[in-house]
């Protein structure tokens, strides 16, 4: 196997690992040594990889978030109005809760390590603002089109980002409950239908 291959490949298994080791354990509690055993890496393979845990905890925000992203900008390019675009959006949101099991505890981990660590904080907090202005600009977007009634976007993707938060929480501690994927899109719909414009024509 190449080279190349190969140190992809073990870059794979320790996020992989750590994700098992982060949602299981925890942060503080999922050590480099835990996570190499996981992985079967040695320590210097780890290290080779990612400078510190830290480190290695941020890659996989970035990672996640930006599968969120590549999802979001597909539905996006592929709508011909702003409703379309976010009914799409709150339809590719099952892949967040198909996740659900392994990732959805470590985003508990991710706003509890943020309360501690100022490096953490700011990486987690610039994707909620970056949601919020995205959103935002989607609103505008759709009153130029005339697609959406007059409406303040600010205040409208804060919202949006809220609910988005609030059923990633309740599929969090519910997992069973009811069908997430659904009652996202249902929610979605159920707020737009206040924010159509229905005299609009596409």
């Known amino acids: 196997m190449p080279i190349q291959h190969r140190a992809a490949e073990?870059?794979?298994?320790?996020?992989?690992?750590?994700?098992?080791?982060?949602?299981?354990?925890g942060y503080a509690a999922a050590s480099v040594d835990l996570?190499?055993?996981?992985?079967?890496?040695?320590k210097g393979a780890f290290y080779h990889h990612f400078p510190s845990?830290?480190?290695l905890f941020l890659t996989m925000l970035d990672q996640w978030?930006?599968?969120?992203?590549?999802?979001?900008?597909?539905?996006?390019?592929?709508?011909?109005?702003?409703?379309?675009?976010?009914?799409?959006?709150?339809?590719?949101?099952?892949?967040?809760f198909a996740d659900q099991p392994s990732r959805?505890?470590?985003?508990?981990?991710?706003?509890?390590?943020?309360?501690?660590?100022?490096?953490?904080?700011?990486?987690?907090?610039?994707?909620?603002r970056r949601y919020h202005e995205f959103f935002a600009q989607m609103l505008r977007e759709g009153m130029a089109e005339g697609s959406l009634k007059p409406l303040d976007p600010d205040l409208a993707a804060r919202i949006l980002v809220a609910m988005a938060i609030g059923l990633i929480l309740q599929?969090?501690?519910d997992p069973t409950g009811d069908d997430w994927g659904q009652v996202?899109?249902?929610?979605?719909?159920?707020?737009?239908?206040g924010m159509i414009n229905p005299d609009f024509k596409p």
């Open 10 to 25: 073990t870059r794979t298994r320790i996020l992989l690992a750590a994700e098992t080791c982060f949602g299981q354990a």
């Open 53 to 55: 845990k830290q480190a």
């Open 65 to 96: 978030l930006g599968q969120l992203d590549q999802a979001f900008m597909a539905a996006r390019s592929s709508s011909r109005t702003i409703p379309e675009a976010l009914n799409l959006m709150a339809a590719r949101s099952e892949m967040i």
């Open 104 to 128: 959805l505890p470590l985003l508990i981990e991710f706003w509890d390590q943020a309360t501690r660590d100022p490096v953490i904080w700011q990486a987690t907090i610039e994707p909620y």
């Open 35 to 42: 996570i190499c055993k996981e992985a079967g890496v040695t």
């Open 171 to 173: 599929g969090l501690m």
């Open 184 to 193: 996202t899109r249902d929610g979605i719909a159920a707020l737009l239908s």
